[in-house]
């Protein structure tokens, strides 16, 4: 069985404070296959309970659960009691999050091995956990001790290396900023306003700079070409291209964050589901 048979070609990407029964319902009912749920979702994972608990087979996933934010033991705990409702449908998405927001940030590998331990002593199986890497050492630790990878803010080509670097069978599910909007102007002001925080925060820009954007790419506002290519933009066309495009360079599954967050996610879900011919 392949990971677009477990999670589906493409899922939804959002806020943990943003998303609400509706919006899973909606997500399920398009054909998305998994609900992953950003803004560091804490380790009791009530959200995630409850969004599971107004669907009926969608996946939620944390998008990611930060490790310097929350106990591993907690977290660990409550993934067999999620698990035990609703087996199957519950992935833990790990991160080490960014130094400027955690300034006990030291030596993300180790604290992440060390996070890892906990999980594996109390029985969460490696089958129920992938990690946010970005950095190649993170990366191999995501194929040996997780599924595979969640990367954020990348590109076609970093898909197709991660792809390359860890070969078959280990997941890569990229997340995708969109924007739909026709106009090149304003959708690149959206683009911006999205941007704006990330472009401030050092693996993000570091891993912008691997992906082969330059210094004058990052530097704020960001360059066109940058905002461009990390946020896609235009029509219902144009978004689907931009999800066959990491699907083409070796993804395994591709999550769409709709941007702004004040926009009707819904309606442009529902577009893009069109576009791509989801099974809803």
Known sequence: MSWQDTLGAVGVWRGVDDTDAETAAAAE???????????????DLTAAERLLEATSSIVVATGITNIWMTDPAQLADAYHRVDARFPGRLLLGIGSGHREA??????????????????????VPVSARVLSALGPKMLRMS????????????IPSQTAQMR??????VLVAPELTVVMDDDVHSARGAARDFL?????????????????????????????????????????????AG???HLDAGADHVCVQVQPVSADVVAVLTALAAELGLAG
């Open 29 to 43: 009912r398009l054909g998305y296959g998994t609900l992953w749920l950003g803004g560091s979702p804490p380790a």
């Open 102 to 123: 955690s300034p006990q940030r030291a030596r993300p590998l180790e604290a992440m091995s060390r996070y890892l331990d906990v999980l594996d002593e109390r029985g």
């Open 143 to 154: 194929a040996e001790r997780a599924v595979g990878t969640h990367p954020y803010l990348t």
């Open 164 to 169: 390359a670097d860890l070969g078959p069978g």
């Open 196 to 240: 704006r925080f990330y472009l401030q925060l050092d693996n993000y820009t570091t891993t912008m700079h691997r992906g082969g954007f330059s210094e004058a790419d990052t530097a704020a506002p960001g360059s066109d070409r940058l905002v461009d290519q990390v946020v896609v933009h235009g029509g219902a066309a144009a978004l689907g």
């Open 243 to 245: 999800v066959r495009a």
